[in-house]
């Protein structure tokens, strides 16, 4: 299947910093990239979609300014969290999918975050 | 509007048992049909997925079939190896809004030597 790269894996940084996080395709166009995060022991939830080329949809409660989100090529989106509290501390992941499939996602490997 | 179900609670069962976890879900049409499989501290990787009705997905002897009667798309696997350990989670792709996986809650399976 296709790869998407997530990095980093893992962050530690201090209150009010901001840390950016990169998803990859390493082998296919992704027209598409999403973003969730993921409480201990729970599902994902989905904070917000990215297309190429254009502002990302947020989810309902999700903040844009403190979650930015770029998706300025069809191989690369960043979510940035700025200003990051330790409430933000979570695990991260990215998922892409190519616009011709429109089948599977593939999801990167995750990135923990944690403020201290 | 639409949604999954997966069955309460963790799954803790021996080595060489039968495994079956219940997913349901409720959509619009007939959406593809998908299982995810996290093992600890890592992302998501497709399991199996079918999509059209009485497909049946399957892969490292897990299997799935697609009831469109019952909206159901139950995992089972007929002997567990300690390695089969993660959680699960079922995702069907909505036909609404932004065409994304809606994903259930997912189940922990421990597989017990």
């Known amino acids: 299947g296709a790869v998407v790269s997530q990095h980093p894996s893992w962050v530690i940084c201090k209150s009010g910093t901001s840390v950016k996080i990169e998803c990859r395709s390493l082998d296919f166009q992704a027209t598409t990239m999403f973003w969730y995060r993921q409480f201990p022991k729970q599902s994902l939830m989905l904070m917000a979609t990215?297309?190429?080329?254009?502002?990302?949809?947020?989810e309902q409660g999700v903040e844009k300014d403190k979650f930015l989100i770029n998706h300025a090529s069809l191989t690369l989106s960043t979510l940035t969290v700025t200003s990051a509290h330790p409430e933000d501390s979570s695990f991260y992941i990215c998922?892409?999918?190519?616009?011709?499939?429109?089948?599977?996602?593939?999801f990167g490997q995750g990135t923990r975050l944690t403020v201290v | 509007g639409d949604s999954v179900t997966q069955m309460e609670g963790p799954v803790t069962l021996s080595e060489e048992a039968f495994l079956t976890i219940n997913c349901t879900y409720t959509a619009t049409g007939y959406p593809s049909l998908f299982w995810y499989v996290q093992y600890p501290g890592e992302g998501l990787q497709l399991l199996l997925k079918a999509t059209k009705a009485d497909d049946k997905g399957s892969n490292k002897g897990f299997e799935a079939t697609y009831r469109k009667e019952t909206t159901s798309f139950h995992l089972e696997k007929g002997s567990v190896q300690v390695s089969d350990s993660a959680v699960y989670f079922c995702a069907p792709r909505l036909l609404r809004g932004n065409n994304r996986l809606a994903f259930g809650k997912g189940n922990q399976v421990v597989v017990i030597p």
């Open positions: 990215s297309n190429e080329g254009s502002k990302a949809t947020y």
């Open positions: 998922s892409a999918e190519e616009r011709q499939r429109n089948t599977e996602a593939f």
